[in-house]
């Protein structure tokens, strides 16, 4: 079964400067997607940003960049320049892509990191 | 396009009592999700549908029943509320293999006391 872990419950970043958020998978398969969902107060849940685990290029959404070690199966994500909207709850997630037909494209997520930003 | 929708948005109930989530997609998607979130454990899969006819079991669906009514809609039943089903749910849906996004609805404060 895979596993999703987030190391760091809680973070804090000053306004305008970065952070990195960890997360560690666990899979035997070679053929997955890895995720970061934001998750506000309102609830919603956000795609931030995907990794496709065949290409090695490492994705960028803007101010939000990953750095995504398979080997290592590390996919951490980092916000440069942040700002107070980026305060959120982020969950990292991890979803199988080849899938027989019927079967479940769950994700499979970590426990998430509580992020603060401090005007 | 409304995406994936629920209701209600946030409902309690006493131990005992039973009641229906209920979730719709208009996206056409096949697949279908039930997620509960409780703080500190992330979202954990309760039951999917990966197409219209078919349901299964996720991670932790003990004390919960599904029905995907058509491709649209796919509810989620507590026949008998525990304070342990407690929890906010999502419903989410999925459109296709090569496809990468899951969507989610806005989610259901449930509170059983």
């Known amino acids: 079964a895979q596993t999703v872990t987030q190391s760091q419950p809680e973070m804090s970043v000053q306004e305008a400067e970065t952070v990195t958020l960890s997360c560690t998978y666990d899979?035997?398969?070679?053929?997955?997607?890895l995720f970061w969902y934001k998750q506000p107060p309102s609830r919603q849940m956000i795609l931030v940003i995907r990794q496709e685990a065949y290409k090695q290029q490492n994705a960028t959404e803007n101010r939000f960049s990953v750095n995504f070690q398979k080997a290592a199966k590390s996919f951490s994500l980092k916000i440069s320049d942040s700002q107070l909207g980026d305060a959120a709850m982020y969950f990292c997630?991890?979803?199988?892509?080849?899938?027989?037909?019927?079967?479940?494209?769950?994700?499979?997520f970590g426990k998430g990191t509580l992020l603060t930003v401090n005007p | 396009n409304a995406g994936v929708t629920q209701t209600p948005k946030f409902q309690v109930l006493k131990t005992g009592q039973s009641m229906t989530l209920q979730c719709a997609q208009d996206?056409?998607?096949?697949?279908m999700y039930w997620y509960r979130q409780d703080p500190g454990m992330g979202l954990r899969l309760i039951y999917y549908?990966?197409?219209?006819?078919?349901?299964d079991k996720g991670e932790v669906p003990n004390g919960y029943n599904v029905s995907r009514l058509n491709k649209r809609e796919f509810s989620l039943r507590l026949e008998s509320a525990a304070p342990s089903q407690t929890s906010v749910y999502f419903c989410a849906s999925f459109g296709r293999a090569n496809s990468y996004e899951q969507y989610f609805g806005p989610g259901t404060r449930l509170t059983v006391t």
């Open positions: 997630a991890y979803r199988r892509n080849r899938v027989g037909g019927g079967s479940n494209y769950k994700l499979t």
């Open positions: 549908s990966a197409s219209e006819g078919t349901t």
């Open positions: 899979t035997s398969e070679s053929d997955y997607y």
């Open positions: 996206m056409n998607h096949n697949s």
